[in-house]
């Protein structure tokens, strides 16, 4: 970009052209007071208090706001002349002119004591005598520096009582300034718009829609209005009197798989919150969502398990120590592997574990057990992108970066309520937006995005396949498609082209409900990158944003799906679709353009890179291979079975049929996440041993024989690699409750117990042949080491390398830098594969019996199986139940109201929920999430599984849906166990 060079106090200095005085400033270390400026905010100069004076100004006598002029060649400024300071004081007074005079005398730099010190309870009175924002008040740094000490005018007070109606945010009006940075946050960098002004003169405050309280409004609830408000009128409510941390610690949030980089302030041992100050940073700058923000009360709950549990011959838990509880775990795991063989036992692991803990989980089953039969949550999401995408390009993962989405021309979003699952994605394409890329969403429901988007495919739920189809046919009945691309770098294009023969844009509009002129301009916008001329309209409703652009940064199209396309029975052909339409449109291998699988939990992608998987090595090296078997063999020093493993869903099947005799299961919770939950209690109550190992008594740890208490994210180190291949270190801020121990150790613990060795491989070493024979690991950076002498794709990602930043992979040797883009000069194979797949409907149909389609999904405010979020009062308190959408239309046939108690029935279960009437669902189809215990969705869900993946169907269920009255509510209640009972 060019520069010019301008002298600022005396000082040249050399800026962007199109920077403002005050960004030429800043950057080059001169300080100018300001209070409503905030990088990445427009201009607003609200405060006038960067007031500067400039040499031959325009408006002679005048003096400019420097965050609103923009610099020239050879300007000179000067930002302390006598007749800036005095105009700066002057507009300083006015602005405290109406201030808590308080905020003046604020004790300095006496720090705010601990809540239990403070001489006046807050709750209790109307103020506190020291403010909490204390020593970080932006107001009280600017009086410091321009040296008002005391009021000289006094204007109209501005009292108002607190405000604690939001359960993470506490409103003090009287010290607002109404500098506009809450407000122009909340709808420039949120796209929100949730807060505005009201009222004129003195009587303007900010506020909400007819001043509704926040819970009651589109709030998400992310605390952005917090973290750039300048004084103490916004502040967190949970940690505001508990006292400033002593120390932060950076690592990564364990919620979605966006990745986000997150710091622990800690006060001692205690965590007083959750914070980001990086605004560079590549994965979520300084942004959070609620649950990153403010959902971490789970970490020091008094619901953690602190010790191991073991089950008495009556069925209730006791204590143990954690020797009886290890020897007990390692001597039936060798009684049932003597007896029936080490096919006859199962390790589940989770995604939410580190990289360095799901190795060695796979590491323990296959050189410990003897079995390949290890899994992780991938079988009920990733699963399908694993098969499609190595098919289709040599490996699968998101080909791009999460900020390469914002560079996108034109972004394709289906299958995806991003919003609500990976908010910080859903922001990046927000400002794509906002920079003129368009924007196309495919859901069956309106889901937020919709409000931004050119065109909303309301496709019919299960048809994605015939749309995609639609789709490439309209690019290659158009000649839109990439001939040079396509020619050079794929093949199967010929048989493809004849297959979709059987999709017209006219079928594919009758299968899908998609009008066809809607699925034609879809097709065009993709297949240029957003800059075909005839569409260059605003969007549907432009939502809260403004200036919107005419054109993204670049002409690529970025895809994203997320589990709405791969929860289905035919996942596998709907993401080989999207690779097809990824290579036919050439948006592979260069900036803003890619396919993104968006991983539902923190570390799925590196649970699958770690070889948590039946038929695959870390590193997706095949068992198969003899060379690749062999290679691990030698390092790990025991033979490794050969015969194929089970998946998740089919050692649910043999633990059934008494197939399989014992389940070690690390951090997952299949009675709440697996389909047809009747189903998965009848199979884990068939075990003769189940071993849970989590930091809560889940639903399937009260089915366990012994339950051994695990460290959660904050008390252990490691790494996760997030869902665009994005190795970060996870890092130690507080010790275990009690006596739990990381997955690590007890890993390794079990791993060397006499009852459990095996006999090593007879096969004379090299010297430089690798030994990973032991099991005596003293912290994880050990681990990371074995892994980078197995892996290849991290073989240059040391802790070293990470303490700064994360790497994406493949990073294959120390002087590598990581890999943003995939495929930028070549597949993983020959060539890209195209492959031709055919629509089938959905299994489950609707009938007179269940005449509803369910779909399900998560809410914005709690996380899979809300063993976390339900630990957060504040989450709670936002959305306390679970309910079932259902369109007004469909209600009012019902004779159900809003609000109203619902029986939902299926073929395998039933549920009581609360319905919500709204038109965001179509007519009969019915939505509810999957995040509450007491109205459990995969009650309701089957287990059809996808012929190639294994995947259920997990978002198409045929339901019916009934009313219930109050008699049979209140029965129902009565039968209910009460805490005792359940206890």
Known sequence: MATVTLTIDGKRVETPEDSTVLEAALTNGIYIPHLCYLERLRPYAGCRLCLVEIEGYRKKGKLPTSCTEPVREGMVVWTNTPKVIQRRRDVLELLLSDHPARCLTCPRPVRCPPFSACQRDPVVTDRCVICAKNERCELQEVCDYVGVYQQRFYGVRKEFPLERTNPFIERDWSKCISCGRCVRACVEIRGVGAIEFAYR?????????FEDEMKDTNCEFCGQCVTVCPTGALMERVNKYVGYPDHTVPTICTYCGVGCNIRIDLLGTQIVGISTRDPQNPVNRDNLCVKGHFAYDFIQSSARLTTPLIRRPSG????????????????????????????????VTSAKCTNEEIYLSQKFARAVIGTNSVDQCAQLCHTPTLEALTRAFGSAAMTTSIQQVEKAGCIFVIGSNTTETHPIVALRIKWAVQKGAKLIVANPREIDLCRFAHIWLRLNPGTDVALINGLLRVI?????????????????????????????????AEITGVPAEDMVMAARLIATGGRDERYMMPPVYYGPLAEVGTHGDTDGTCILYGTGLTHNYHANEAVQALADLALVTGSLGREGAGLCPLAGQNNVQGACDMGALPNQLPGYQSP???????KFEDAWGVPLPTKPGLNLLEML???????????????????????????????????????????????????????????????????FTNTERRVQRVRAAVPAPGEARTDWQILSALAQHPRLRRETVARPKLPTQLDFSGWDYTHPAAIMSEINRLVPQYGGITYDRLESEGLQWPCPHLNHPGTEILYTEGFDQDKGQLVAVDYAPPLEQADKEYPLILTTGRILFHYHTGRMTMRSMGLVKIRPEGFIEIHPDDAAALSIADGDTVRVTSRRGNVLIRAKTTDHSPPGLVFMSFHYSESAVNLLTGRSPDPTTRMPDLKYCAVRVERVNENELGRAEQRKPTKKQSK
């Open 201 to 209: 003169g003195k009587s303007m405050t900010i506020t909400t829609p």
């Open 316 to 347: 209730a838990p006791r204590k143990a120590k954690w020797d009886e509880a290890l020897n007990l775990v390692a001597s039936r795991l060798a009684d049932i592997r003597a007896k029936h063989g080490p096919e006859a036992i199962g390790i």
């Open 476 to 508: 290659l009945d158009e000649e839109l498609w990439d001939a040079q691309f396509v020619g050079e770098r794929c093949s199967g294009f010929y048989p493809l082209a004849m297959a979709l023969q059987q999709y017209p844009v006219e079928k594919a």
């Open 624 to 630: 198969a291979d003899l060379a690749m078997r062999q």
């Open 653 to 719: 099947e043999e633990a059934k049929e008494r197939n399989l005799k014992a389940l070690y299961i690390i951090g997952a919770n299949p009675m709440l996440s697996a389909p047809d939950l009747t189903h998965v209690r009848e199979s884990l109550e068939s075990l003769e041993f189940l071993v849970v190992q989590d930091i809560f008594y889940s639903e399937t740890a009260q089915l366990a024989d012994v339950v051994l208490p695990a460290a959660s994210f904050a008390e252990t180190d490691g790494t």
